[in-house]
């Protein structure tokens, strides 16, 4: 039993393999956290954690109970109003104007399994006995708002997840001004906070920093989760590193406008809370309506970051992503993008088609400019039609021809957009975000639809599934190339429920499609990797990591990436050299060593290789299909940063640990430098295994303890031998 009530001390205990989480209800009523992290074992009653002091300037509960004070205990969802200063959880103005909440405990039920949440993305079991969930209802007399706090524990893969439910259960309107995912009260600030930060191309930058007292806070305002910020953070002791010591990591499973924050008072406690951002949002709630937030995901480890990510990998592998594709080996695919971006006719396409079949590759995809008056990103977006000048007998006809050659068929869509000037625009301008007698400002010449009005949805799936029934697609790359601005809607009543009815619109227009097509495999992306978010995953379970495709950025951008995401899904492949982000040239095995560590894939001219590169991708490819299951679903292992080293090390290791594969990336080429080890992670200390590339028989405990040479000045020498941006995989087999 995970989730025990404790009735004479009124104490709830949840706890999995790793982690515990406890809170009581103390009188008159307030739900007070005793602890939260390694799993400990379960007790009657944890009173003695419970901290009370009779304090300066503090408000206590009553005369009689001057020790206790909200302000100085740890809470599991806090409100303003009755002594607690932190920053809020949960914030509403009732029809008074008044913000004042009083929330005290109701009543709680415990139920197997997990409830999935309506129109939103979830973490779900596929057996009752992987979790069991805890719902608290709690209640403010005086406006009879509810908050039911849901607490699914779960026990295959150990996490913990969080979300409310705000119902209005009285007769005036409130109006929701902010309401949290998660609230999570710690005892001390001992903490050093981690985020994925970065921009445009150099997506979850790895940044870590000591909390302080104040707030820290992340987040974004763009109506996608952006590459600026992920939705993550983890907090860990000063001492942890990738393999040792403790850390907690929170995740939202969202892909709107989000805030995470930390606070550290003065008293040296932390609040982390985490959900929808509060600015602009106004969620109206009448008499009997509800609210529903979106969840968020704790993980709490003691072997260190990757501990962390490997939790969230399993979990977002097997019980976030969904569908036919979930547990399938990805196909090796081809995308025009840098090969022609929207320069391109039937004929080409054929011609990269035939090299890509001749190489082995198993996807042909279509990017950008198949559609009307789609020759540059001024024009096309929103009407969905073919364009007859590169695709004469229609687009269907192109997919057909590539299915007769024996691959799949992919194309990309971007939905969520408009241009001016198509049919769509002149049509419909009120179902453009923007509010009339404001100038309309627009971010790569195109403009944002109207995801919170039904009308827009239904025309978008109703040209879309045109589409995709001409075509018969097997892969669909849905792009979002800008982030929101003039945020207002000529239909919605209540503008300040937009950005989040435009987050569930995005949901909703997946759902349909999934429903309709369930074995198209969807890849999102967003300008790259903008909106890659534990949402997005739910839908499509894999996503374009980035635009920047360079060999040596893409180590540092998929080295953060994997803090929360699973190899399987980033999408990753080898592109053009000069690269066409950062005109550098990384050797070709380079470039395919760290795409292989994802989805992998082509993304040049396949007609214009020379006959040495051609052969060098069919070795790649071949190479991919032997290994890519254990690539994509092995155990993935961070040995050594791109962003604190001159070189990037990460391997994978097969469930059964019979295999492995390390890959060694080096910068920039050193003169005369010492000798390193690499010490290897993961493998079984008892199995002999052989080691590519030295030829070695050796057993696990020799290789995870003593480790391998790796610095040495012909550290890369199997291919270029010395030089800049060298690489080499060690494949690692189990021998009898
Ligand atoms: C941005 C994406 O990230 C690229 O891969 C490509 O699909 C372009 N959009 C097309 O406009």
């Known amino acids: 039993m995970p989730v025990i009530y404790h009735e004479v001390s009124k104490t709830f205990h949840l706890y999995n393999t790793e982690l515990s989480h406890i809170f009581k209800i103390i009188e008159p009523g307030y739900l007070v956290n005793l602890y939260f992290g390694k799993k400990i074992r379960d007790r009657e009653n944890y009173d003695h954690l419970l901290e009370t002091a009779d304090r300066s300037m503090a408000v206590t509960f009553s005369d009689e109970r001057t020790d206790l004070s909200l302000e100085h205990l740890k809470l599991e969802y806090p409100v303003y109003g009755t002594g607690d200063l932190r920053n809020p959880s949960l914030d509403v103005t009732a029809e008074n104007g008044s913000h004042l909440l009083d929330l005290r405990f109701e009543s709680y039920t415990i ?4 409830p999935s949440l309506p129109h939103l993305p979830a973490v779900y079991t596929e057996a009752d006995e992987e979790a069991d969930t805890l719902l608290v209802t709690l209640c403010d007399q005086k406006t009879q708002l509810k908050v039911v706090l849901s607490y699914s524990i779960m026990n295959l893969y150990p996490a913990l997840i969080r979300s409310a439910k705000i119902v209005n259960a009285g007769t005036e309107k409130i109006i929701l001004n902010n309401a949290m995912s998660l609230s999570v009260d710690l005892p001390d600030t001992d903490y050093d906070m981690i985020t994925l930060t970065g921009a445009w191309a150099r997506e979850r930058t790895v940044r870590r920093q000591a909390v302080h007292e104040g707030v820290q806070s ?21 001492n942890c590193t990738e393999t040792e010591g403790e850390t907690f990591g929170f995740s939202l499973v969202y892909s709107g406008c989000w805030l995470a924050e930390v606070q550290a008072d003065t008293y040296h406690t932390l609040r982390m809370h985490m959900g929808i951002h509060p600015q602009g949002f106004a969620w109206h709630l009448d008499p009997g309506d509800t609210f529903q937030t979106p969840e968020a995901v704790m993980v709490y480890s003691d072997e260190g970051l990757n501990g962390m990510s490997q939790i969230f990998h399993e979990l977002y592998r097997h019980r976030l992503a969904r569908g036919y594709w979930r547990d399938r080996e990805r196909p090796i695919l081809v995308n025009n993008w840098e090969a022609t971006y929207m320069n391109f006719n039937e004929q080409k396409l054929l011609e990269i088609a035939a090299r890509a079949k001749e190489i082995g590759i198993e996807m042909f995809v279509l990017d950008d400019g198949w559609f009307e008056n789609r020759n540059s990103d001024h024009t096309g977006l929103g009407d969905w039609q073919c364009d007859r000048t590169k695709f004469p007998q229609g687009l269907g006809h192109f997919t057909q021809k590539l299915h007769e050659m024996g691959l799949l068929a992919g194309i990309w869509i971007e939905p969520e957009m408009v241009n001016m000037g198509t049919r769509m625009f002149n049509e419909h301008p009120e179902w453009v975000i923007h509010e009339e007698g404001r100038i309309l ?3 790569r010449h195109q403009y944002v639809l109207d995801y919170s009005n039904p009308d827009v949805i239904d025309d978008l ?13 097997d892969y669909v790359k849905w792009d979002m190339n800008r982030t929101l601005s003039d945020v207002y809607s000529m239909t919605l009543k209540n503008q300040g429920e937009l950005m989040h009815r435009y987050t569930l619109g995005v949901y909703s227009l997946y759902e349909r499609l999934i429903e309709k097509y369930p074995k198209i495999l969807f890849e999102s992306c967003s300008s790259g990797g903008a909106r890659f978010d534990p949402g997005m995953l739910y839908y499509a379970p894999q996503a374009w ?21 699973p190899l399987s899904s980033m999408g990753s492949h080898v592109s053009a050299c000069p690269n066409h982000q950062l005109n550098r040239t990384v050797p070709m095995y380079t470039r395919a060593n760290a795409a292989y560590f994802g989805t992998f894939g082509y993304e040049l001219d396949l007609t214009k290789m020379t006959d040495e590169e051609t052969e060098e991708a069919k070795q790649q490819t071949a190479f991919m299909k032997q290994y890519r299951k254990l690539f994509q679903f092995g155990t993935f292992w961070r040995l050594r940063s791109p962003f604190e080293t001159n070189e990037t090390i990460w391997m994978t290791v097969s469930k059964d640990r019979k295999q492995a594969v390390c890959a060694y990336f080096r910068c920039l080429q050193e003169i005369n430098t010492g000798f390193r080890r690499i010490r290897l992670k993961g493998l079984d200390p008892d199995q002999l295994y052989h080691v590519s590339v030295l030829d070695i028989d050796v057993c696990g405990d020799e290789l995870m303890h003593a480790g391998l040479v790796i610095s040495d000045q012909s550290a890369a020498s199997n291919r270029d031998g010395q030089g800049d941006f060298v690489s080499r995989l060690y494949l690692i087999d189990a021998k009898d």
Do not use: A, M, W
């Open 461 to 473: 799936f109703e040209k879309l599934d045109r589409v995709f029934e001409e075509t018969r697609v």
């Open 111 to 114: 139920q197997k399994g997990k």
């Open 441 to 443: 400002h627009p971010g």
């Open 545 to 565: 990591t980035s635009d920047d495709t360079d060999g040596y950025e893409r180590q540092k951008i998929q080295y953060g990436t994997s803090f929360v995401y």
């Open 218 to 238: 992340i987040g974004s305002l763009r109506g996608i989760s952006s590459s600026n910020f992920n939705p993550f953070v983890s907090l860990c002791r000063k």
